[in-house]
């Protein structure tokens, strides 16, 4: 028999029902009615091709055929109950694997990331940079953050912002932009251009001009006095968003993380 096709619902009850020596009690444990054990005992029966039990004047007894398998089968529910827990030894894990734009990274997530590791010491993070082509599973991925109009393809939160701002250094800088790859057309013809919006963020710090990048890219270096925004936030399509595939976005260490840094 193949092992895709081994009849497993009926291997529990039959294990149930042959510990009880009784349809009725098997079905209690099982919570299911009698006549569904009856039926599952049956299919098994017709499946393997021997009778396992049989009905007496002092009530429910196994065959010797029945009887050959029970050890054998009771120590295989043993290794599934601990290969159960192995699996879920995941879950308690406190290690992290992130990914996030490395400008991200620095300005806003190591910061947040301290502050959460200080509520636990046991937790430990893993962070790697993020790409266009996010492989959760080459990567061994937990969570990832990622620039877009929404989460793509796997689950997703959106990190609340105000979008787009423009910021220079406190008490001005040169009257010049400062573009960088991704930012809004306006900055299409900037006189400095940088790598990402981080540097571009340091770069008006620096006194080199302004540059418009994602407000929650600047709000630390904008609460440390490090720049000033300039005119008023603009709000956009795109934004910041926690993803992961539906099995890493079930974990509860992830949905812990999710928790405290979209709150």
């Known amino acids: 028999m193949k092992r895709t096709h081994l ?33 599952q005992v049956r299919a098994l029966e017709d499946t393997l091709g021997v009778v396992l039990f049989r009905r007496t004047t002092r009530g429910l007894e196994l065959t010797p055929e029945g009887e050959a398998g029970l050890a054998a089968l009771r120590g295989g529910f043993l290794q599934f109950e601990e290969a159960v827990r192995a699996m879920q030894a995941g ?100 006189l400095v251009r940088v790598a990402d919006a981080g540097l571009a963020i340091d770069a008006a710090a620096a006194g080199l001009g302004r540059a418009t990048v994602p ?9 440390a006095g490090r720049v000033v925004v300039v005119g008023e936030p603009k709000s956009g399509r795109l934004g910041y968003w926690l993803v992961a595939p539906l099995p890493q976005w079930r974990q509860a260490k992830v949905k812990a993380l999710v928790d405290a840094l979209a709150g």
């Open 7 to 39: 009849p497993l619902n009926g291997l529990r009850v039959l294990d149930a029902a042959a510990r009880h020596l009784s349809f009725t009690r098997a079905a209690d444990e099982l919570a299911v009615t009698p006549a569904a054990v009856g039926q």
């Open 91 to 190: 879950q308690s894990s406190k290690s992290l694997t992130i990914a996030a734009p490395r400008d991200l990274t620095q300005k806003w997530l190591l910061p947040r990331l301290s502050r959460i590791a200080a509520a636990d010491p046991e937790l430990r993070f893993a962070l790697v940079a993020a790409d266009d082509a996010l492989d959760f599973t080459e990567a061994n991925l937990d969570l990832a953050i990622r620039w877009g109009e929404g989460p793509g393809a796997h689950e997703g939160e959106a990190l609340e912002s105000d979008g787009m701002v423009t910021v220079e250094r406190a008490g001005g800088g040169a009257d010049t932009r400062i573009g960088w790859p991704g930012c809004n057309p306006e900055d299409a013809s900037a």
């Open 215 to 223: 407000e929650l890219l600047a709000r630390d270096d904008v609460a």
